[in-house]
C-alpha cells in the first residue's frame, strides 16, 4: 500500500509524519511513501531528503489522497481534508475525537477508517506508538528551556569573585511525562526543584531524580492504575489543601511548570492569581496546559503576558514544534511502529484487527461505523497495588524488637563458635601441634577481621573496599597474634604487615570519601 504524508497547513506547526528515516522502514514493511512537497520543509527535511530514499513527492494535497491508501498527519484534520478522504482510506494522526463528533461522523459517511494516535492506551506492549508522552517529553524540556530564556537569572547557584548567585527553585505541577522530562531539565541545570502530583505512586520517582517530592497527606490521593497513568478529577477538599500548599509556595518559587492536564477534559485551575500576586518580579510561568485554557487562569494560549508585579507567563501551544526535527523523528516514529503492528506479515498489506486492544483504542471510525470511544482495555494500564502504610511502631515495640534482634544474633554466634570449637577438636586429633598453633591463630584473625569489617556502615566504603579492608583487618589482627613471637624475623614481619594493612585501609577510606563528595551538590 502507499503511505501518504500531509504537508500542516495549521498555522505554527512545523512538524511532519514521515521523515526519510522512518519512509526507509515503512518500505521495508513492504509499503510505498507518497509526500506532499514542502512537507518536511519546517523541520529541515527537504523534498530531495526524500527523494533519495524513493518517496515519491506530489504537489498538491489533493494528489497525495488520490494516490495514498493511508494518509498520516500530526495536527487533526480540517473539515476540506476530511472531505477528501474515500471509502476504504486510512487516515492516522492525532484527531480529539471527544470535541470533533462532526469530523467523526464524516469520515464514517466516507466509509473511511480513522487512528487517532492520542488514543492509543498506555500499556507496555504500546509505549512503542505512544505519541502524546512523546511529545510531551519535548514540551517538558522545552518549558525549562523558555522559562530559563524569560527568567533572567542562573539556574544554578555560583560562588563568584563578584558575589554569591542562589540557585533557582522551580517547582513543576504534575508528574507525568512532561513533567518528569522538567524535573530532569531543571535539576540538570543546577536549580533546586520541588514537584507535586495527586497521585503518591509518582514520589519515588521525583525524588529519584533528585527533586523534593511536595507531600500531602490526605486520603484523596489517587492511584493512576485506574485511570490508566492519568490523574483524575479532585475532591473540594483535596482541591482546598492543594491551593492552601501552592499558596505557602508561590513567594519562594522563581519558577513554575503546571503540566496537568486531564484527557476530554478542560484544565484544572491550579495556580490561582492570588499565587501570582505573590511571586516575586521577574518569576515565570510556563503553562503547558494553555491550549485546554490553562493551569493558570492569566495564561493566554500562544502569547507571552507578564502582570504587573513583574511575572512573566507563557502560554505557547507548540512547544513540539519549537523542536520541529527532533518531534517530527519522534512523532514519525511512534506512526511507523504503529504501522507495523497494521502490517503484521510485512508485505505491504494493511490488517486492521480490532481484537487488538492497541488497534481497537486507537480506532475512531472503521468498516462504517463510528468506534468511538473505545471498551474498557483487558488488562489495567498500570498494574500497581496500593501499598498500605505500616503503623508507626511504639518505643516500647522497637526496643522489644532490638532484643529479639540481638538475641537472634547472640545464638547465631554461639552455634557458629560451637561448632567452630568441634571442627578445631577434630582438626587437633590429627593434625600436628605447630599446625594447630598458626591455624587457630589464622581462625581468629578472620572471625575477629569479619566482625571489625562488618559493623561499619556501608555508605563508608564501596564493595571492593569491603573485600579488601576485610583482608587488611585479617592481616592485622594475625600480625598483632604473631607480634610478640620469640624470633626476631617474625617481629619484624608482623609490624611491617600492620603497617601496610593500615595504610591500605587509611588510603581505601580516604578515597572512598573523596568518591562520595563527587556525587554531593555543592
Not at 504537508?7 to 521523515?19: D, F
Not at 522559562?147 to 507525568?176: D, H, Y
Not at 547465631?412 to 591455624?439: D, E, S
Request: aromatic share 6%.
Amino acid at each position: 500500500m502507499r503511505m501518504g504524508a500531509r504537508r500542516e497547513v495549521v498555522a505554527g506547526e512545523a512538524r511532519v509524519a514521515m521523515t526519510p528515516d522512518s519512509a526507509l522502514q515503512l518500505q521495508k514493511l513492504g509499503h510505498e511513501c507518497v509526500i506532499e512537497t514542502g512537507a518536511g520543509a519546517a523541520a529541515r527535511f527537504s523534498d530531495l531528503d526524500y527523494e533519495k530514499v524513493g518517496v515519491t513527492v506530489v504537489k498538491t494535497a489533493k494528489a497525495l489522497f488520490k494516490e495514498a491508501d493511508v494518509i498520516v498527519k500530526v495536527r487533526p484534520p480540517l473539515e476540506s481534508e476530511v472531505k477528501l478522504l474515500k471509502s476504504g482510506q486510512t487516515l492516522i494522526g492525532f484527531f480529539n475525537p471527544a470535541a470533533n463528533e462532526a469530523l467523526i461522523e464524516q469520515a464514517r459517511e466516507k466509509g473511511a477508517t480513522v487512528v487517532s494516535m492520542e488514543m492509543v492506551p498506555r500499556i507496555s506492549r504500546a509505549q512503542k506508538m505512544d505519541a502524546l508522552s512523546s511529545m510531551a517529553n519535548i514540551a517538558g524540556y522545552r518549558a525549562v528551556i523558555e522559562a530559563g530564556n524569560n527568567f533572567g537569572r542562573f539556574f544554578t547557584g555560583q560562588v563568584t569573585a563578584a558575589g554569591k548567585v542562589p540557585p533557582a527553585k522551580v517547582l513543576v505541577i504534575g508528574a507525568g511525562v512532561a513533567g518528569l522530562a522538567a524535573i530532569g531539565t531543571a535539576q540538570s541545570l543546577g536549580a533546586i526543584v520541588r514537584a507535586f502530583d495527586v497521585r503518591p505512586e509518582v514520589a519515588e520517582q521525583i525524588e529519584s531524580m533528585g527533586a523534593e517530592f511536595l507531600f500531602l497527606d490526605f486520603e484523596d490521593s489517587q492511584d493512576g492504575a485506574a485511570t490508566g497513568g492519568y490523574a483524575a478529577p479532585s475532591s473540594p477538599e483535596f482541591r482546598e489543601k492543594q491551593l492552601a500548599l501552592f499558596l505557602e509556595q508561590a513567594p519562594e518559587i522563581d519558577i513554575v511548570i503546571t503540566t496537568a492536564l486531564i484527557p476530554n477534559r478542560e484544565a484544572p485551575e491550579l495556580w490561582t492569581p492570588e499565587m501570582v500576586a505573590a511571586m516575586k518580579p521577574g518569576s515565570v510561568i510556563v503553562d503547558l496546559a494553555a491550549e485546554k485554557g490553562g493551569n493558570c487562569k492569566l495564561t493566554v494560549a500562544d502569547e507571552k503576558v507578564v502582570t504587573e508585579n513583574g511575572v512573566t507567563i507563557i502560554g505557547y501551544t507548540d512547544f513540539p514544534s519549537r523542536m520541529a526535527a527532533q518531534a517530527s523523528t519522534l512523532y514519525a516514529t511512534n506512526i511507523r511502529h504503529m504501522l507495523t503492528d497494521l502490517t503484521p506479515e510485512k508485505d505491504g498489506q494493511i490488517v486492521h484487527n480490532m481484537e487488538d486492544d492497541v488497534i481497537r483504542s486507537a480506532t475512531v471510525t472503521h468498516g462504517g461505523e463510528v468506534t468511538y470511544p473505545p471498551p474498557p482495555l483487558k488488562v489495567q494500564a498500570i498494574a500497581s497495588k496500593k501499598v498500605e502504610k505500616a503503623p508507626e511502631k511504639t518505643p516500647e515495640e522497637k526496643a522489644a524488637e532490638e532484643a529479639a534482634k540481638l538475641a537472634a544474633a547472640g545464638r547465631q554466634q554461639t552455634k557458629l563458635l560451637i561448632v567452630g570449637a568441634a571442627l578445631l577438636a577434630l582438626i587437633g586429633m590429627y593434625a600436628p601441634p605447630a599446625f594447630m598453633q598458626h591455624f587457630i591463630v589464622f581462625v581468629l584473625a578472620v572471625f575477629v577481621g569479619f566482625q571489625v569489617i562488618w559493623g561499619v556502615a556501608h555508605s563508608l566504603h564501596t564493595p571492593l573496599m569491603a573485600v579488601t579492608n576485610a583482608i587488611s583487618g585479617i592481616i592485622i589482627v594475625g600480625a598483632l597474634l604473631q607480634i610478640e613471637s620469640d624470633l626476631p624475623v617474625v617481629t619484624i614481619l608482623a609490624a611491617i604487615s600492620v603497617l601496610i594493612a593500615t595504610i591500605n585501609i587509611v588510603g581505601g577510606f580516604m578515597v572512598t570519601h573523596r568518591m562520595l563528595q563527587m556525587f554531593k551538590k555543592s
